[in-house]
């Protein structure tokens, strides 16, 4: 395998894993996002956390007054 071969076999494996790695962080960026959204919500008194079903915590806005 010569070396210009050989450069071109990591394009596509690169660009794999830099995709695959963009693609983690905005989801995890995203879910760090909506946790902060509710924690302010819940410290400014818009929504509260509550129980589901299963007794798992929920959160819930509350209404309008």
Do not use: R
């Given at each position: ?9 990591l394009v596509i ?9 963009v ?12 946790d902060?959204m ?18 798992k ?6 209404e309008?007054?």
């Amino acid at each position: 395998m010569n070396d210009k071969c050989w450069q071109y076999s990591l394009v596509i494996p690169c660009t794999l894993l830099f995709v695959f790695l963009v693609t983690m962080c905005l989801i995890k960026g995203f879910d760090n996002g909506t946790d902060q959204m509710q924690q302010q919500a819940v410290l400014a008194g818009h929504a509260e956390w509550g129980a589901d079903k299963n007794g798992k915590p929920q959160f819930k806005w509350k209404e309008c007054k």
